[in-house]
């Protein structure tokens, strides 16, 4: 089973900062299988990027997701209220999905 | 517009079953999507369950395969979920969501969930 680990557990940054969230695999997996969610409080997450890069229809372009192998990122550019939250990324393999532990951007 | 609403007793007790069902309304569930449930423990991350799709294939999660059966009513546009023998580890926010075909897109995403619902195992 592919563990999926983010880091860091929590993110303290300003409105308009940069947050740079890391998500690493266990092994490497293929990109394709690789989305990120976000999460607010007492709501169901909602999908952010597919295929490590693709942002769903209606995201914001300060949203955006790299990598490869077994290291993806998440990057949100400048950082507006809405977007602290908890972020998740999750990958499938071998008839298997699983989720990382997620990252919590706060306000600092 | 896809919808999908999970629906079921908020309060189960230990060493009894847990049954949910998803009603999902505008898309069809005999489509080319699976349909997963996740769950989310207070406070804690989002753990997959199990899938399904409409030819009635079903994958589990290996740390809860031996409790959880999944179904579903294509009749009724919904899916079901069981789970056995329960402990207040069980408690926890359960979703259920619309999955890519990763044989049919080459992805893997769950783009439509429910809002959730709360069990709770408790004498």
């Known amino acids: 089973e592919i563990v999926l680990t983010q880091s860091p557990g929590t993110l303290s940054l300003s409105p308009g900062g940069r947050a740079t969230l890391s998500c690493r695999a266990s092994?490497?997996?293929?990109?394709?299988?690789l989305a990120w969610y976000q999460q607010n409080p007492g709501q169901a997450p909602r999908l952010l990027i597919y295929?490590?890069?693709s942002r769903v229809t209606g995201i914001p372009d300060r949203f955006s997701g790299s990598g490869s192998g077994t290291d993806f990122t998440l990057t949100i550019s400048r950082l507006e209220p809405e977007d602290f939250a908890v972020y998740y990324c999750q990958q499938y393999g071998s008839s298997l999905w699983t989720f990382g532990q997620g990252t919590k951007v706060e306000i600092k | 517009q896809v919808q999908l609403q999970e629906s079921g007793p908020g309060l189960v007790k230990p060493s009894e079953t847990l049954s949910l069902t998803c009603t999902v309304s505008?898309?069809?569930?005999?489509?080319?999507?699976?349909w997963g449930w996740i769950r989310q423990s207070p406070g804690k991350g989002l753990e997959w369950i199990g899938t399904?799709?409409?030819?009635?294939?079903?994958f589990y999660n290996p740390s809860l395969k031996s409790r959880v059966t999944i179904s579903l009513d294509t009749s009724k546009n919904d899916f079901s979920l069981k789970l056995s023998s329960v402990t207040a580890a069980d408690t926890a926010v359960y979703y259920c969501?619309?999955?890519?075909?990763?044989?049919?897109?080459?992805?893997?995403?769950?783009?439509?969930w429910g809002q959730g619902t709360l069990v709770t195992v408790s004498s």
């Open positions: 092994q490497s997996i293929s990109s394709e299988f």
């Open positions: 399904i799709y409409h030819s009635g294939t079903t």
């Open positions: 295929g490590a890069s």
């Open positions: 505008g898309y069809s569930i005999s489509s080319v999507y699976y």
């Open positions: 969501a619309r999955q890519a075909n990763v044989v049919v897109t080459g992805n893997s995403y769950f783009d439509y």
